[in-house]
């Protein structure tokens, strides 16, 4: 069964610092991939999707992901942090077993420190 | 586009009353999903539609919760009676049916029962 690991339940970074978010994932097949981003009070945005096309994905607001399939993970990110950047980021699976679902990560909280 | 549609965006209600919840997916849309967050259950999936049909109710927590799709543009989520554990932000995501799997979500529907 599909599933993914955020390593980091919280990650603080001074602004214009760079940001590492950390995700592993668990398939038997070649996923899809996806790193979504919730503001406070606000829904979940797409920030990018890795889908067995280029390795390299990159996303909006300057942040990109690497699919690493021999080290079965999937880190988000950003070369120069932003107050803006602050909020929580979801790693998500999409569970082969049934395309239609969506395997989220427990999410990291980004704090930035001016 | 406007997004995914969610109506109302807060809403508190008195334990025993009924609370109908709604949403607009993104026109051309052909699944539709609802989620339910709350801090110490994460994001958890409740149904999911696919053509107006549902599809997987096993997330459905009890015969309180029902939902309906009876459009391409619209579905509902009721609660009935509501109970105070009910409280959190419901969230509704649409997607397309053309292989893609990646979700759009609302801005959500803070629901708080006292």
């Known amino acids: 069964a599909q599933s993914v690991t955020q390593l980091d339940s919280h990650v603080s970074v001074s602004e214009g610092t760079p940001v590492l978010l950390r995700c592993n994932y668990s398939s038997s097949y070649s996923p899809s991939l996806f790193w979504y981003v919730q503001h406070p009070n606000k829904g979940l945005q797409l920030l990018l999707k890795?889908?067995?096309?280029?390795?390299l994905v990159k996303g909006i607001n300057g942040f990109e992901a690497e699919f690493k399939k021999s080290e079965t993970s999937f880190h988000l990110t950003k070369p120069s942090a932003h107050m803006s950047d602050a909020a929580e980021y979801f790693c998500?699976?999409?569970?082969?077993?049934?395309?239609?679902?969506?395997?989220f990560g427990t999410g990291t909280r980004l704090q930035v420190f001016p | 586009d406007a997004g995914v549609i969610q109506s109302p965006r807060h809403e508190v209600t008195e334990m025993g009353q009924e609370v109908t919840l709604r949403c607009k997916p993104i026109s051309g849309h052909n699944s539709l999903f609802w989620y339910r967050q709350t801090m110490m259950r994460g994001l958890e999936l409740l149904i999911y539609f696919n053509n107006n049909v549902p599809i997987d109710d096993s997330g459905m927590p009890e015969d309180r919760f029902s939902a309906k799709m009876p459009n391409a543009s619209f579905s509902t989520l009721k609660i009935q009676p509501s109970e105070p554990r009910d409280s959190a932000v419901y969230f509704c995501?649409?997607?397309?049916?053309?292989?893609?799997?990646?979700?759009?979500f609302g801005p959500g529907t803070r629901l708080t029962v006292t």
């Open positions: 998500v699976v999409s569970d082969w077993g049934n395309t239609d679902k969506l395997i």
């Open positions: 995501a649409s997607r397309t049916g053309t292989g893609s799997h990646e979700q759009y």
């Open positions: 890795y889908t067995s096309a280029a390795t």
